[in-house]
């Protein structure tokens, strides 16, 4: 089963359990350019130019949390990239995972822009930009 948390709660539970792995399944560029949370492991679900899907991602996620009734968390752009992913690592195998709500941006406002209603960064997080 995959669980949903929101960012904060998401924060919460790396805090208290030294055993959870956060992984950023965005692409490079996302990940280096727009930031990501501090802490996250970064492998891709899907990369630039044709998004397909990683074919080396589960291995490369058993290789980051070998111990697969680990927490790991999972978080996107704005959390579908995660839950497919988290969709994945459960035929693998995995035990606990958990799909961070609103990703990294959050969901689109109004305006068609990220960053406003929810996401990450909007919760005020830890995080960092390469």
């Known amino acids: ?36 949370p501090l802490g996250a492991v970064h492998i891709a679900w899907k990369e630039a130019p044709d998004w ?29 990239r995660s839950l497919d992913a988290a969709k994945t690592l459960e035929k693998a195998g995995y035990q606990r995972l958990i799909n961070i709500e609103g990703g990294f941006e959050g969901p689109l406002d109004q305006d068609n822009h990220r960053g406003n209603l929810g996401g990450w960064r909007f919760c005020g997080l830890p995080w960092q930009q390469s």
């Open 1 to 36: 089963m995959i669980e949903n948390l929101e960012p904060q709660q998401a924060w919460d539970l790396l805090q208290q359990n030294s055993k959870a792995v956060l992984i950023d399944v965005r692409t490079k560029i996302e990940h280096g350019f727009v930031g990501h």
């Open 52 to 80: 397909q899907i990683n074919p080396e991602f589960v291995a490369e996620v058993i290789q980051a949390v070998p111990d697969r009734n680990s927490p790991v968390l999972l978080l996107c752009r704005s959390g579908q």
